[in-house]
């Protein structure tokens, strides 16, 4: 019984831990019709689009540090967002990436976390997991999308040295029960867990 509550503790923690950005920024599709509640910090070198320039969506990429980025119909950064202090240390002096495409960005940024010593701790013995989370109303300029960022995200992994795993959540992985919250669902939170523990064996109920 405790190991069954134990895991369900963990499965929870690994659904809620990717909501609190999200939760503070407006989806790319709602983002014209209301302001959020609290912005995430933006990164100082951060280029706002232009009028002419509309944001498809955005995604999460989430090691400890967290990071937005906002991007257009073609999949080409428009801006970066921390989500939180060490995200906006990874984000401090990085210019060059507005145009450019989010799966270069996203493998310079992992760089980045990687020489900031952010994969040293570990959990559970594992490395963290590298998460991309597409955010709630975001559309993907097309189906490679998030493929083409996990592969850049590979090659700086395996450059490296480092030992973490990519996961990817799409549409199919959010909880339409708590849209507003930005939750993923019970089944994308297993696969979150059982990820970063290394485990294909673990059973949920």
Avoid at 5 to 23: F, V
Avoid at 101 to 121: Q, T
Wanted: hydrophobic content about 40%.
């Amino acid at each position: 019984m405790k190991k069954k509550m134990t895991m369900l503790a963990l499965t929870l923690t690994a659904a809620l831990a990717l909501t609190a950005c999200g939760n503070q920024s407006a989806s790319a599709a709602q983002a014209s019709a209301a302001a959020p509640t609290a912005a995430p910090t933006a990164a100082p070198a951060a280029a706002p689009a232009t009028a002419q320039t509309a944001v498809a969506g955005t995604v999460l990429l989430s090691v400890n540090p967290e990071i937005e980025m906002d991007y257009d119909d073609g999949g080409r950064v428009l801006a970066l967002r921390s989500c939180n202090a060490d995200g906006q240390a990874v984000l401090d002096g990085y210019e060059g990436y507005a145009g450019r495409p989010c799966s270069e960005v996203a493998g310079e940024l992992v760089g980045r976390i990687n020489a900031g010593g952010y994969f040293d701790e570990t959990i559970a013995g594992q490395e963290k997991n590298i998460v991309l989370k597409l955010e709630q109303g975001s559309a993907q300029p097309d189906d490679t999308f998030l493929t083409e960022m996990e592969a850049a995200i590979r090659t700086t992994v395996e450059q490296d040295g480092i030992g973490s795993r990519t996961v990817a959540l799409d549409a199919d992985d959010w909880d339409d029960a708590h849209e507003a919250e930005g939750y993923i669902n019970a089944e994308a939170a297993q696969q979150l867990l059982a990820t970063q523990l290394g485990r294909s064996d673990l059973q949920f109920v």
